[in-house]
């Protein structure tokens, strides 16, 4: 788990140190805000849905513990959601430039993989296709959190580790593309390596709760795993 997450904060740091990578990630940034912005919006609204539905009313002090709690259990709940709409619609509007990025990258590590030749509209739709399955999954696990909404803890954590398991397929999306994995092969790459995904994805979670900071985090994961000799080879 550590290995994944120092790997994020390594790609991270070379994003912002190496002028080629950083000449890509200036492009890109404009779209990143508004999808943040978006998704910010809609977090809140969710909060506020949850806010309602979770938080007791009364006003004994037992009431009011719980209605912290349950605010608290919201927000965060919100605020993974939002993440994850950022991350599956960021990946695929900036597809593009993130293919540039992680073949830059590439190339400093003496790897040499050309861009792919594909217009802007495939390599977006090729994008929200390699989505779909880890949706599915994630989809499954929403499911079952809504099944368990009522106790407000738990559903929480579920939709949380399933967060981190959607966000790991979703930022080795450009790495895997480029060296032709299909959804199999990916599989295989996140069993193989659990643990580093669970740190990487993990890291990345807690990043992307961070205003501003989550604006770099889909470059600098895309720097990371391109940079990887387990995932280049």
Known sequence: MISGALSLLAGLRLLFMTGELRSVLWRMLGLLVILMLATTIASFWLLDYMATL????????YWQLLSAIAWLLAFILSLISGAIAYVALGSAAVAPWLDTLAMRAERM???????????????VGASLANSVRPLLGLLAWGILALALIWIAPLATAIWTWAGIRFLAYELMDTSASRQGWNFSRRQQEQKERRWFYVGFAGIAMLLLLLPIVNLFVIPAAVVALSSEPAVTT
């Open 54 to 61: 979770w938080i007791p009313q009364g006003d004994a002090w």
């Open 109 to 123: 590590h003496g790897i040499e993989r050309g861009e792919s030749g594909s217009g802007w509209v495939a390599q």
